[in-house]
T-cell receptor, first 111, second 114 residues
Framework: GENVEQHPSTLSVQEGDSAVIKCTYS??????FPWYKQELGKRPQLIID?????GEKKDQRIAVTLNKTAKHFSLHITETQPEDSAVYFC??????????FGKGTRLHILP | DAGVIQSPRHEVTEMGQEVTLRCKPI?????LFWYRQTMMRGLELLIY????????DSGMPEDRFSAKMPNASFSTLKIQPSEPRDSAVYFC????????????FGNGTRLTVT
């Protein structure tokens, strides 16, 4: 089955700097890659997703890139702000199949 | 829509007791997922349903865990007997399809087994 690896497990960046979180997946048939943000004590919520027919997608300060050949995808957050502090999860799935999550990255934005 | 509703929010029980977690998915969503979250293992998929039918229960840890979905608006996850290592946050999530729609998570049930 699908296996998703996520790095780093913890990331600290200065406010205003960029943050990058990387994930790899094992199943070459996976074609849907969402990212979820979980604030402390809250539920995970979708922030952005990408499908295998595109290489990059942006939404304001957030962007995701996908390299299908290498089977890895990344989340980029620019101009980080205090409210970006949270745990971020990447995930992967095949068509009409279960969504498998990475173990998460705890992002700290330093003042 | 009120979103995915889970109950209870917190459950504290003694080892050996039966625990039942409940979930009401968003109306019109065909898929329902049960995840378990711990610091060590992250978000683990336990089981998911499509149109009330269990599709994949390969993530269910052992026979002590069981899940049902008797109708489109209700699901339960039962642990019997419970053990301290079952302590975790259990999330229910629903989606319109498994592929093209985001997961909508409930607020979770924090289970503590002493």
């Amino acid at each position: 089955g699908e296996n998703v690896e996520q790095h780093p497990s913890t990331l600290s960046v200065q406010e205003g700097d960029s943050a990058v979180i990387k994930c790899t997946y094992s199943d070459s048939a996976s074609n849907y890659f969402p990212w979820y943000k979980q604030e402390l004590g809250k539920r995970p919520q979708l922030i952005i997703d990408i499908r295998s027919n595109v290489g990059e997608k942006k939404d304001q300060r957030i962007a995701v890139t996908l390299n299908k050949t290498a089977k890895h995808f990344s989340l980029h957050i620019t101009e980080t702000q205090p409210e970006d502090s949270a745990v971020y999860f990447c995930a992967a799935s095949r068509a009409e199949d279960k969504i498998i999550f990475g173990k998460g990255t705890r992002l700290h934005i330093l003042p | 829509d009120a979103g995915v509703i889970q109950s209870p929010r917190h459950e504290v029980t003694e080892m050996g007791q039966e625990v039942t977690l409940r979930c009401k998915p968003i109306s019109g969503h065909d898929y329902l997922f049960w995840y378990r979250q711990t610091m060590m293992r992250g978000l683990e998929l336990l089981i998911y349903f499509n149109n009330n039918v269990p599709i994949d229960d390969s993530g269910m840890p052992e026979d002590r865990f069981s899940a049902k979905m008797p109708n489109a608006s209700f699901s339960t996850l039962k642990i019997q007997p419970s053990e301290p290592r079952d302590s975790a946050v259990y999330f229910c999530a629903s989606s319109q399809t498994a592929r093209s729609s985001p997961l909508h998570f409930g607020n979770g049930t924090r289970l503590t087994v002493t």
